[in-house]
């Protein structure tokens, strides 16, 4: 079974500053992709990052990264310069290559305090 | 077109009404995913298709829960004797075909928000 943890429920920081949002999955396959994905208020569901299982290096998206640690299943998103336009639910997401579904997190509440 | 088309944004049923979503996936993708997100938290998987054939069905309630995605039209989800607990935003997503790469990215459609009252 495929499972994604996100434990921080709530997260805040300020302004510019930089916020680590945490994720752990749990599985038995090889190849998979993982992602961040970021629902405001509006709840479209926007891809924040997108990291390969296969890729050893780190994916960055200008003011986000990613902290993959295959062998540990752990794939944090740092995001630096924090801006209020951040604040949103931020859900971790793991998806087996050619597989049937995407599993989600259940997400992290993150508010950007001016 | 370039994005997931979900109508309607919003639709409110009495408690045993039937409910119908439609769900336009992107020109050129072949899956399309159901998912349900109560509360704004977790993301319930339902279905998914390749092109018109069923894909995985196993988050589908099937007593009350159909779905379809046929050739030149939206696809559909179908809830028959809506419950108070369906209340809900159901989103549909899309992603590019072929092999090993089919999970590349989902895209997202705006979602239903369904209230049953």
């Known amino acids: 079974a495929q499972t994604v943890t996100q434990s921080q429920p709530e997260m805040s920081v300020q302004e510019a500053e930089t916020v680590t949002l945490s994720c752990t999955y749990d599985t038995s396959e090889s190849n998979y992709y993982l992602f961040w994905y970021k629902q405001p208020p509006s709840r479209q569901m926007i891809l924040v990052i997108r990291?390969?299982?296969?890729?050893?290096q780190n994916a960055t998206e200008n003011r986000f990264s990613v902290n993959f640690q295959k062998a540990a299943k752990s794939f944090s998103l740092k995001i630096s310069d924090s801006q209020l336009g951040d604040t949103a639910m931020y859900f971790c997401?793991?998806?087996?290559?050619?597989?049937?579904?995407?599993?989600f997190g259940t997400g992290t509440s993150l508010t950007v305090i001016p | 077109g370039e994005e997931v088309a979900q109508t309607p944004k919003h639709l409110v049923r009495g408690e045993g009404q039937k409910a119908k979503l439609y769900c336009a996936p992107i020109k050129g993708h072949s899956y399309v995913f159901w998912y349900q997100q109560v509360l704004k938290n977790e993301f319930k998987f339902l279905i998914s298709?390749?092109?018109?054939?069923?894909?995985?069905e196993t988050g589908m309630p099937k007593e009350r829960f159909s779905a379809k995605c046929l050739p030149n039209s939206p696809c559909s989800l179908e809830i028959q004797a809506t419950k108070l607990e369906d209340s809900a935003v159901y989103f549909c997503a899309s992603s590019q075909p072929g092999g090993s790469r089919t999970n590349e990215k989902l895209f997202f459609g705006s979602g239903t928000q369904l209230s049953v009252l």
């Open positions: 997401a793991f998806a087996p290559t050619g597989g049937n579904q995407f599993y």
């Open positions: 990291q390969e299982a296969y890729k050893q």
């Open positions: 298709f390749q092109n018109e054939n069923v894909f995985d």
